[in-house]
């Protein structure tokens, strides 16, 4: 397909003054600047925190910086904050020493200096925030020669001169910075570099996933010959490191006994009825709380879960997926004005649609593949057409048209898929399927895939919030009062893999029966403890690792989730033409 004409949104408002810690982060790497500083995104590590509580004890001693007239013959002042209007940067300095009324700025680092040819010596990033304190220093009229980099875990210190060469070069440095953000672009990641595997913003950024997927797209472009009638050569598929680990460590948190409240005490959620505890979780090792029903969330809870950017989840008790709870951790609004202006394309909304929709057919018939007692060849050959046909769709009407054919066909043989264990076809409400129905769904089969769909809709919502995109404007899926877009869009090629995969192994595997449902009127629900047991098929699911097969290494469903979220917002950042569905081998 190529790339789409995406427009880079340029010209953003800028804060008045770059911190010198953004120049450090900009020598460091470009890209890294821009997310934290352009785009305000930020990423815990164990380093970054480690950095921030020893910054916090030093600035809890902190002292003033008397005027370079007043400056005493020998002082130590902390957390001394300057500005330099001429270059526009300011630099809060961990430590100003004054001796016979030459200033020394020192800057605590968590690591180890680097190893030199003549010894220890700066790295260059953390060179350049030190040479933008001296800088600040002196246009303030202060005499400031050298400083000094103390590195907490070898307990060195390190020097440099601020010579004129360092001071021309740390200019430049500004100078880019401020170009940079100014133009409001993104630049491109860096190359097999060895920082990426240390960088906390591994996982979003996707230094290595964004440049695979750009190679992907020149190979699939026809061959072209160059003036001499050669054909020009193709891309070589690189090698993606996987920079993030397998599986979160992190889980979410399912609540599905009516009645009870969640409350905290210190880092501890409680979980209680009346007043006994019935269970207790730690706040830093979950990644999401889904309220089923009536259950009730004290105030206190839910500040803190908001300043932890824990989502809170609210289901109905019979499994719709109706509201979300974030905390304000997403500040990225250009990626979101990106959103709206491309939701509003035809071609690109379009063009987005053929790839899900072929992407779900294509899912869709691995899965009847790879379960089904006998599957149908016609059935097959058909759904393979459909999704050929999908990719060359040529207009939305058609579309839905062909998903809606694919879908007839893929459960028309979704029967054949399900093997209860012995003594579930006799009982009352056996698993026999006949065809999808929902609103309300009349049987067990029904019921499990629909609340399936509402679990993976709460999770690709959840998936946007963290990326930064609003999850209620999409491109296949319009606008509906209510209703996650979005969220829909990106689920649609992991509904076979994820859900319906979960409902076959919930149903084979003997994990829900058929004592796990009732009837009410013409519709069938799941009890408490059916619900409770297919909470635990679909995690067991999303847990699941997989090959993607554009970056050849293994994840879990949830975090591919996010991956591909992330991938998408790469596309309508221009930085990627085609969005690179996720179909299973």
């Not at 029966?513 to 047991?533: E, I, P, Y």
Request: glycine content about 10%; proline content about 6%.
């Amino acid at each position: 397909m190529g790339a789409l004409p995406v427009t880079i949104e340029t010209g953003r408002s800028l804060p008045d003054y770059l911190p010198a810690r953004m120049v450090n982060e900009f020598a460091y790497c470009p890209r890294l600047f821009f997310y934290e500083w352009v785009d305000g995104v930020f990423q815990e590590s164990v380093d970054t925190i480690e950095g921030a509580i020893q910054h916090k004890r030093v600035d809890e001693k902190t002292t003033p910086l008397p005027a370079a007239a007043d400056l005493p013959q020998s002082i130590h002042s902390r957390s001394a904050t300057l500005s330099s209007e001429t270059l526009r940067v300011i630099a809060k300095m961990d430590l100003v020493e004054a001796e016979g009324g030459v200033v020394t700025p020192v800057d605590y680092k968590h690591g180890r200096p680097r190893e030199g040819p003549d010894g220890l010596e700066l790295w260059p990033a953390d060179r350049a925030q030190l040479a933008v304190q001296g800088i600040v220093l002196r246009e303030n009229g202060y005499d400031c020669r050298e400083g000094i980099v103390y590195y907490r875990k070898t307990g060195q210190r390190v020097r440099v001169t601020f010579d004129d060469g360092l001071i021309a070069e740390t200019h430049k440095l500004i100078g880019g910075a401020w170009a940079l953000a100014q133009a409001g672009e993104i630049p491109p990641p860096l190359m097999d570099s060895p920082k990426c595997p240390g960088c906390s913003l591994a996982g979003i950024c996707l230094p290595d996933e964004t440049v695979a997927a750009g190679d992907a797209e020149a190979e699939s472009e026809p061959v072209q010959l160059d003036l001499f009638g050669t054909p020009r050569r193709k891309a070589v598929k690189r090698e993606v490191r996987a920079l993030v680990t397998p599986r979160s460590e992190l889980r979410p948190v399912y609540l599905n006994t009516q009645g009870v409240r969640v409350g905290k005490s210190g880092a501890v959620l409680q979980v209680k009825e009346d007043r006994t505890v019935l269970q207790e979780v730690r706040i830093g090792e979950i990644c999401q709380v889904s309220l089923m029903g009536n259950i009730q969330i004290s105030t206190q809870a839910v500040q803190v879960l908001c300043e932890a950017g824990i989502p809170i989840c609210y289901f109905s008790m019979g499994g719709w997926f109706y509201g979300i709870t974030v905390g304000l951790n997403v500040k990225n609004v250009f990626l979101r004005r990106s959103q709206f202006r491309l939701s509003e394309a035809e071609y690109f909304a379009l063009a987005f649609a053929r790839r899900l929709v072929a992407g779900k057919i294509r899912n869709q018939r691995t899965l009847l593949q790879r379960n089904h007692v006998e599957p149908n060849r016609g059935t097959l050959a058909a759904m393979k057409d459909m999704a050929d046909r999908a990719e060359l769709a040529q207009s939305p009407e058609e579309l839905l048209g062909l998903e809606g054919n694919g879908a007839r066909l893929y459960f028309g043989d979704f029967g054949g898929m399900i093997k209860p264990g012995e003594g579930q076809e006799a009982a009352d409400l056996p698993f026999d399927f006949e065809g999808r129905n929902r609103r309300p769904p009349r049987d067990p089969v029904n019921a499990l895939l629909s609340l399936g769909y509402s679990l993976l809709a709460k999770d690709l919502t959840v998936a946007c919030y963290a990326v930064g995109f609003d999850p209620y404007i999409g491109f296949y899926h319009q606008p509906r009062f209510g209703r996650p877009a979005l969220a829909l869009d990106l689920m649609e090629p992991f509904r076979p893999l994820i859900v319906d995969s979960a409902v076959l192994s919930a149903i084979n595997g003997g994990m829900v029966t058929s004592r796990d449902f009732v009837r009410v009127g013409g519709s069938v629900a799941l009890t408490a403890s059916g619900r409770k047991a297919f909470f635990r098929a679909y995690e067991l699911r999303m847990d699941t690792l997989v090959t993607h097969p554009l970056f050849d290494y293994r994840v879990s469903y949830r975090r591919l989730l996010e991956i591909q979220s992330r991938l998408l917002a790469r596309v309508l950042e221009g930085e990627i033409g085609e969005y690179p569905v996720f179909t299973t081998r």
